[in-house]
């Protein structure tokens, strides 16, 4: 199978991120915990939320461990004789100029520092769906719920469990709690 799997909220612990780096940016308490965006989750402008996001991308990009069992599972699902396609649309991996250049390069060497197993990176603004299609994708690892939602049109997806996707649920949808719980989810679809 090809599987897609996003960066942000699925291999790493986006949330631990904002609250922590974003508690001591803002000198704030976070005010909502259920939310993707850090103008909701310290109720700030949006502004200040792209000032926050220019002031510690990069930092997050490079040195934000992977979550628990991520580097196995990756290495598991490979040996299982499963393609592995990264799918993100990190901030500034879109943008054709140099810091969209020094953001992909990043991203890659985040994977390779790692010794997280890829077989391709896609760097895309959205449209992750048509993504998927393009590469034709069997399965996508996804966390943020209008992906989830729009990938699962006529695709399968298996649900990163995170406060914002809370309420997402659907035809072809699943939710994990874990990479191992991913790997046995794998499992049973490929079967």
Not at 8 to 20: A, K, P, S
Not at 82 to 93: L, P, S
Not at 109 to 114: A, L, P, S, T
Not at 162 to 190: A, D, F, L
Request: aromatic content about 12%; proline content about 1%.
């Amino acid at each position: 199978m090809r599987i897609g799997i996003d960066v942000d909220g699925t291999l790493t612990n986006l949330q631990r991120f904002v609250f922590d780096r974003g508690t001591k940016y803002f000198n704030k308490s976070v005010v909502k915990t259920d939310c993707m965006q850090v103008r909701n989750t310290f109720g700030v402008s949006a502004e200040e939320e792209g000032a926050f996001w220019d002031d510690n991308i990069f930092d997050y990009a490079a040195n934000y461990k992977p979550l628990d069992y991520a580097k196995e599972a990756l290495m598991e699902l490979h040996e299982m004789g499963h393609e592995i396609i990264i799918i993100t649309a990190r901030y500034h991996t879109y943008k054709y100029n140099e810091v969209g250049e020094k953001m992909r390069k990043t991203v890659v060497n985040w994977f390779k520092d790692n010794d997280l197993y890829f077989d391709k990176i896609i760097f895309t603004h959205e449209g992750k769906k048509y993504r998927c299609r393009e590469n034709k994708i069997d399965v996508m690892i996804e966390d943020k719920a209008s992906n989830i939602l729009s990938i699962a049109e006529d695709r399968k997806v298996i649900v990163m469990d995170q406060p914002w996707n809370r309420k997402t649920e659907g035809e072809n949808i699943s939710r994990v709690y874990s990479w191992s719980e991913v790997v046995k989810k794998i499992e049973e679809i490929s079967e």
